[in-house]
């Protein structure tokens, strides 16, 4: 009989977890079966190539919660301004709640691994791809012009991933919020068409 399927939700969110706080290379398997509570035997069912395979699916999981959260965001605040605001805010309250442990489980693992594992690598441009895609339809939904789309939503997530690096360095959510109200401005200039 094959290992539960709650058992590899439960692997992936755990590495997740400890991608995003130890980083991919200090996370052992050990570790992960741990913090699941999942057997041996079911990382091997679920992983077959190992913990570079389950880096690959914590990549897609966390881009996945990402999307979704912009998603909800889009449906809760008017404007793509209104979302960098609102999505910035949120990931200051992660880290406060954290106490500035964490980190963003994607850019830690694609750090880590990239080039050298061209699979982590794939997850992770497929990642990116997606947010900057989220981000250019909620540009484009407030009539920002498709020249200045790709640009705004590649500069938001480059933006975002290094307000986390500061924040989780200094300790504090500043960087965060400071990064957000300026995109946030920065893309109610171009819906203003100044």
Same mark, same amino acid.
């Given at each position: 009989?094959?290992?539960?399927?709650?058992?590899?939700?439960?692997?992936?969110?755990?590495?997740?977890?400890?991608?995003?706080? =130890?980083?991919?290379?200090? +996370?052992?398997?050990?570790?992960?079966?741990?913090? %699941? $509570?999942?057997? /041996? &035997? *079911?990382?091997?069912?679920?992983?077959?190539?190992?913990?570079?395979?389950?880096?690959?699916?914590?990549? =897609?999981?966390?881009?996945? +919660?990402?999307?979704?959260?912009?998603?909800?965001? %889009? $449906?809760?605040? /008017? &404007? *793509?301004?209104?979302?960098?605001?609102?999505?910035?805010?949120?990931?200051?309250?992660?880290?406060?709640?954290?106490?500035?442990?964490?980190?963003?489980?994607?850019?830690?693992?694609?750090?880590?691994?990239?080039?050298?594992?061209?699979?982590?690598?794939?997850?992770?441009?497929?990642?990116?791809?997606?947010?900057?895609?989220?981000?250019?339809?909620?540009?484009?939904?407030?009539?920002?012009?498709?020249?200045?789309?790709?640009?705004?939503?590649?500069?938001?997530?480059?933006?975002?991933?290094?307000?986390?690096?500061?924040?989780?360095?200094?300790?504090?959510?500043?960087?965060?919020?400071?990064?957000?109200?300026?995109?946030?401005?920065?893309?109610?200039?171009?819906?203003?068409?100044?």
């Amino acid at each position: 009989m094959g290992a539960a399927p709650k058992h590899r939700d439960g692997i992936v969110r755990a590495a997740v977890t400890l991608f995003r706080k =130890r980083g991919y290379a200090a +996370t052992g398997v050990n570790d992960i079966l741990a913090a %699941s $509570g999942a057997p /041996k &035997g *079911s990382f091997y069912h679920y992983f077959p190539q190992g913990k570079e395979q389950l880096g690959e699916e914590a990549v =897609r999981r966390a881009s996945e +919660t990402v999307i979704s959260t912009l998603r909800q965001l %889009s $449906g809760e605040v /008017k &404007g *793509s301004a209104a979302v960098v605001r609102a999505y910035g805010r949120l990931l200051g309250d992660w880290m406060e709640q954290s106490a500035f442990s964490d980190g963003c489980p994607i850019t830690t693992t694609l750090l880590e691994t990239t080039p050298q594992s061209p699979r982590l690598s794939a997850a992770g441009k497929s990642a990116f791809h997606g947010w900057r895609g989220e981000l250019e339809a909620l540009l484009g939904a407030d009539g920002i012009a498709p020249p200045h789309r790709a640009g705004l939503a590649s500069l938001v997530v480059s933006a975002w991933e290094g307000a986390l690096i500061q924040a989780r360095v200094e300790g504090h959510r500043g960087p965060l919020d400071d990064a957000s109200d300026y995109l946030a401005d920065l893309i109610e200039h171009h819906r203003s068409g100044s």
